[in-house]
T-cell receptor, first 112, second 114 residues
């Protein structure tokens, strides 16, 4: 999951396994949540988003789950591949402009 | 579409020098964002524009930083004078709407101030 500090939390998985990356958000008024993937030397890339009127949303090999009761967000990646190795950021937004509050990221390492 | 284009890719300069970072957003996008990324602080929003107008610059660190968007296809972030603590990766992003949803990021400018 997300944490504050110099060292990113790291999740290490075997190729082909499912990955679950967790995120605890802070603002109970947040109504928009988004996941980004950042590969080394590149900018963050949009993966999937979800609004607070939903608790689950699926994309291609990815699922985002939202638990507003405990202010928890997770990203599930099915059949993890080496190309999924990256840092994953969650972000929360609220208000008309959805100004985002970003987490510090979780590093996902996929072992062949 | 080529995506968000940033230049230069890397910039090394000496303390006190002026630095100008450039960004070309995705054609047709209405919002442009400047972010800074460091290991200590993560991603920080510096400023964003809607339809070329600055909307929120509360993240700009201090008067040494300024950003302009003279037209829909170009923006600059200027640091004058630069300091070593400005060393970071600076990202430009754009989005189709007027909110912070679904940002498309450029590849960033790695700035090193010696």
């Amino acid at each position: 999951g997300e944490s504050v500090g110099l060292h990113l939390p790291t999740l290490s998985v075997q190729e082909g396994d499912n990955s679950i990356i967790n995120c605890a958000y802070s603002n109970s008024a947040s109504d928009y949540f988004i996941w980004y993937k950042q590969e080394s030397g590149k900018g963050p890339q949009f993966i999937i988003d979800i609004r607070s009127n939903m608790d689950k949303r699926q994309g291609q090999r990815v699922t985002v789950l939202l638990n507003k009761t405990v202010k928890h967000l997770s990203l599930q990646i099915a059949a993890t591949q080496p190309g999924d190795s990256a840092v994953y950021f969650c972000a929360e937004g609220a208000g008309n402009n959805r100004k985002l509050i970003w987490g510090l990221g979780t590093s996902l390492a996929v072992n062949p | 579409d080529a995506g968000v284009i940033q230049s230069p890719r890397h910039e090394v300069t000496e303390m006190g020098q002026e630095v100008t970072l450039r960004c070309k957003p995705i054609s047709g996008h209405n919002s442009l964002f400047w972010y800074r990324q460091t290991m200590m602080r993560g991603l920080e929003l510096l400023i964003y524009f809607n339809n070329n107008v600055p909307i929120d610059d509360s993240g700009m660190p201090e008067d040494r930083f300024s950003a302009k968007m003279p037209n829909a296809s170009f923006s600059t972030l200027k640091i004058q004078p630069s300091e070593p603590r400005d060393s970071a990766v600076y990202f430009c992003a754009s989005s189709a709407g007027l909110t912070n949803e679904k940002l498309f990021f450029g590849s960033g400018t790695q700035l090193s101030v010696l």
